[in-house]
């Protein structure tokens, strides 16, 4: 039968906040599992310890800016307006149901003013880092990396040309080194020294935002982006680093200089990492090499030149350090450019009446050119290892390791959209969605063990009872 109720609104009833929360709400778990008291130590030095009105707790205000990463609150404005109504964030940030929230404006006033131009976020994310090691959750043997785009605040239409100026290589003082190393050993005169560390380009840049780069890949979509470079840990996939760039730049090229920081700044020593087909070039794989790191790398598909018969038609010959052609004839070292490269030519005497002439080069001279770059033993060893069984199976646990942690970001952190505009406020949104990526993990990591303790123990006890009341039984 209908049944009127009666509108509670104005009762008054005894009731604390902690009843209110969910036994398993997450802000319950990540509560028993992070320690956020190290957050004051870090920030210490950009407060005013005897001067000014009394601010914001700083583990408070970080706190309220986590809850919007970890529960894909895009507003910050938003995320007060949620804090004012929902009792699980006021239980998690230490609020009565009575007490004022702060205003939107001291988060982004904090964030412009007194986190600008700091490294607290780095610190902070380091600092959760190191807690997931603590408790077992790190085993930094097999890292995985990979990049994601986030769209910029900036329409792709809106966009002017301009000359800026675009380092050539990350990895171009080991290549100018060791070229001058074999250029001297082949007997070739050293090259004139170039201090071309950088070139000018022609770049597309945006009106909005002239800190993004404007995207334009093969199967990506074009505009204005940026990139966030992530390595993740193989064992529970906790992320190790987070790296921002303007969306034009090439995964390969601030990858070494990554992960140099990170197995330094956690200071272990993996033996193997896993990266796509972005990744695979001469340089890093000699780099990965000489760090004693095995490089699984993703395909990548050889560009056909004009010629029919393909490099692999050509028999390397490492004692003499030429080439074999398929009919027998030798390619000759020449030289060796400035880009690293080993050229071969043929003779062209026999090229001229040669049978495969017509596959093998289009060249007036018929002269035949092989390329081999001075790190070609590095990129053969990481093919070898690619389609190896090992290597095989490595490289499919990035979709479960650094691709999955990039799918939650976007579905479940707002990490599809640079929520701000400039390099370094993207940097500070990386951060964020990692930590809260971080703290998640090491939450449900927690609570499942811990819950699988209680099951252990109250199993125990039951049995406990159980063989208790047996031997009562047989005694009477």
């Known amino acids: 039968m209908l049944k009127n109720t009666v509108s509670p609104q104005y009762e008054i009833e005894m009731i604390s906040l902690e009843q209110l929360v969910p036994k398993d709400h997450l802000v319950r778990k990540v509560a028993k599992a992070i320690d956020?008291?190290?957050?004051?130590?870090?920030?210490?030095?950009l407060y005013c310890h005897d001067n000014g009105r009394p601010a914001v707790d700083p583990v408070r205000l970080f706190k309220i800016m986590l809850l919007g990463y970890?529960?894909?609150?895009?507003?910050?404005?938003?995320?007060?307006?949620?804090?004012?109504?929902?009792?699980?964030?006021?239980?998690?940030?230490?609020?009565?149901?009575?007490?004022?929230?702060?205003?939107?404006?001291?988060?982004?006033?904090?964030?412009?003013?007194?986190?600008?131009?700091?490294?607290?976020?780095?610190?902070?994310?380091?600092?959760?880092?190191?807690?997931?090691?603590?408790?077992?959750?790190?085993?930094?043997?097999?890292?995985?990396?990979?990049?994601?785009?986030?769209?910029?605040?900036?329409?792709?239409?809106?966009k002017h040309n301009e000359k800026r100026e675009?380092?050539?290589?990350?990895?171009?003082?080991?290549?100018?080194?060791?070229?001058?190393?074999?250029?001297?050993?082949?007997?070739?005169?050293?090259?004139k020294a170039s201090e071309k560390a950088v070139e000018v380009k022609d770049t597309n840049v945006s009106n909005t935002d002239p800190e993004s780069g404007y995207m334009?890949?093969?199967?990506?979509?074009?505009?204005?982006?940026?990139?966030?470079?992530?390595?993740?840990?193989?064992?529970?996939?906790?992320?190790?680093?987070?790296?921002?760039?303007?969306?034009?730049?090439?995964?390969?090229?601030?990858?070494?200089?990554?992960?140099?920081?990170?197995?330094?700044?956690?200071?272990?020593?993996?033996?193997?990492?896993?990266?796509?087909?972005?990744?695979?070039?001469?340089?890093?794989?000699?780099?990965?090499?000489?760090?004693?790191?095995?490089?699984?790398?993703?395909?990548?598909?050889?560009?056909?030149?004009?010629?029919?018969?393909?490099?692999?038609?050509?028999?390397?010959?490492?004692?003499?350090?030429?080439?074999?052609?398929?009919?027998?004839?030798?390619?000759?070292?020449?030289?060796?450019?400035?880009?690293?490269?080993?050229?071969?030519k043929s003779n062209p005497t026999y090229c001229q009446t040669c049978p495969l002439r017509s596959q093998c080069t289009q060249n007036q001279k018929a002269e035949h050119l092989i390329t081999r770059h001075i790190y070609q033993n590095a990129v053969d060893n990481a093919n070898a290892v690619r389609v190896s069984r090992q290597g095989r199976k490595l490289y499919q646990r990035r979709a479960e390791t650094?691709?999955?942690?990039?799918?939650?970001?976007?579905?479940?952190?707002?990490?599809?959209?640079?929520?701000?505009?400039?390099?370094a406020k993207v940097q500070m949104q990386c951060f964020l969605a990692a930590m809260a990526q971080n703290i998640k993990k090491i939450a449900l990591v927690v609570w499942a063990f811990l819950s699988y303790l209680w099951r252990q123990f109250y199993l125990f006890e039951a049995g406990v009872k159980q063989s208790a009341k047996m031997t009562a039984c047989t005694v009477i």
């Open 36 to 45: 956020f008291d190290f957050i004051r130590d870090e920030v210490a030095h």
């Open 70 to 158: 970890l529960f894909g609150i895009k507003s910050e404005r938003q995320l007060v307006k949620e804090i004012e109504v929902n009792v699980a964030y006021r239980w998690f940030l230490g609020m009565s149901l009575t007490e004022k929230v702060i205003d939107a404006s001291t988060l982004s006033q904090n964030r412009l003013r007194r986190f600008n131009g700091t490294d607290v976020f780095e610190r902070i994310f380091t600092h959760i880092v190191w807690q997931a090691m603590e408790k077992g959750l790190v085993g930094g043997q097999y890292l995985f990396t990979d990049s994601t785009h986030l769209k910029a605040s900036a329409n792709k239409n809106k």
């Open 166 to 191: 675009v380092r050539v290589s990350h990895y171009i003082a080991m290549l100018n080194e060791d070229v001058a190393k074999v250029r001297e050993a082949k007997g070739k005169k050293p090259l």
């Open 216 to 344: 334009h890949r093969d199967n990506k979509p074009k505009g204005f982006f940026y990139l966030d470079h992530r390595t993740v840990d193989g064992q529970c996939g906790i992320i190790l680093d987070t790296f921002a760039t303007a969306g034009n730049v090439n995964d390969s090229q601030p990858y070494i200089a990554r992960l140099d920081a990170t197995t330094d700044r956690f200071r272990f020593k993996p033996k193997a990492v896993g990266l796509d087909a972005g990744y695979f070039t001469a340089p890093v794989a000699e780099s990965l090499a000489r760090r004693g790191i095995i490089g699984v790398f993703g395909y990548r598909r050889p560009t056909k030149g004009k010629n029919c018969l393909r490099k692999s038609a050509f028999h390397y010959n490492a004692e003499t350090d030429s080439y074999t052609c398929p009919v027998g004839q030798s390619l000759i070292y020449s030289t060796t450019t400035r880009e690293g490269y080993h050229t071969y």
């Open 402 to 423: 650094v691709e999955r942690s990039f799918a939650d970001a976007k579905q479940h952190h707002g990490h599809r959209y640079a929520r701000y505009r400039g390099l």
